[in-house]
């Protein structure tokens, strides 16, 4: 394994412990590297609206998350500055979902990631969503030590 992977995998593994909400919502990491994450979430019953489909919310809370976990992923404590989601099927209760979130670059303290929410195991796509990230100087690892460029 890379350095940069382990770095990853760490991050995300720290990140997780104190992550209420992806814990709650038993949100899974179902793979981690440098700049990319993978979560998956199971659409649960209070989690859909009066329409029986998944409230937005809930849809935006899983593509934010693996953003979330993929600009951090090179060790800056990073958080998002911008965020926009498009939705584009309809989930329902019993659905697991897998949010997708790929660094498209970084520039100084700042990123771009996006995100697709599919649905397992058909890959139907239900949202995509695209962030902004902002580094804020402090690291996500105690006593880690600045690596690489850009938000690193």
Same mark, same amino acid.
């Given at each position: 394994?890379s350095d940069?992977?382990?770095?990853?995998?760490?991050?995300?593994?720290?990140?997780? $412990?104190?992550?209420?909400?992806?814990?709650?919502?038993?949100?899974?990491?179902?793979?981690?590297?440098?700049?990319?994450?993978?979560?998956?979430?199971?659409?649960?019953?209070?989690?859909v609206?009066?329409?029986?489909?998944?409230?937005?919310?809930?849809?935006?809370?899983?593509?934010?998350?693996?953003?979330?976990? $993929?600009?951090?992923?090179?060790?800056?404590?990073?958080?998002?500055?911008? $965020?926009?989601?498009?939705?584009?099927?309809? $989930?329902?209760?019993?659905?697991?979902?897998?949010? /997708?979130?790929?660094?498209?670059?970084?520039?100084?303290?700042?990123?771009?990631?996006?995100?697709?929410?599919?649905?397992?195991?058909?890959?139907?796509?239900?949202?995509?969503?695209r962030?902004?990230?902002?580094?804020?100087?402090?690291?996500?690892?105690?006593?880690? /030590?600045? /690596?690489? /460029?850009?938000t690193?």
């Amino acid at each position: 394994m890379s350095d940069a992977a382990e770095v990853a995998r760490r991050c995300a593994e720290t990140m997780y $412990a104190r992550d209420r909400v992806a814990q709650e919502l038993q949100m899974r990491i179902a793979d981690i590297g440098p700049g990319r994450a993978r979560l998956r979430m199971t659409v649960g019953e209070a989690m859909v609206n009066g329409f029986g489909i998944a409230h937005g919310g809930y849809l935006f809370l899983l593509a934010d998350s693996a953003f979330a976990y $993929a600009c951090n992923t090179h060790g800056a404590v990073t958080v998002a500055a911008s $965020a926009d989601v498009v939705f584009v099927a309809p $989930a329902r209760s019993g659905d697991v979902l897998e949010a /997708t979130a790929v660094e498209r670059t970084r520039y100084g303290r700042s990123g771009v990631y996006d995100v697709t929410v599919r649905r397992v195991p058909d890959g139907q796509v239900i949202a995509e969503f695209r962030g902004g990230s902002r580094s804020r100087g402090e690291r996500v690892l105690d006593g880690d /030590t600045e /690596t690489g /460029t850009g938000t690193g």
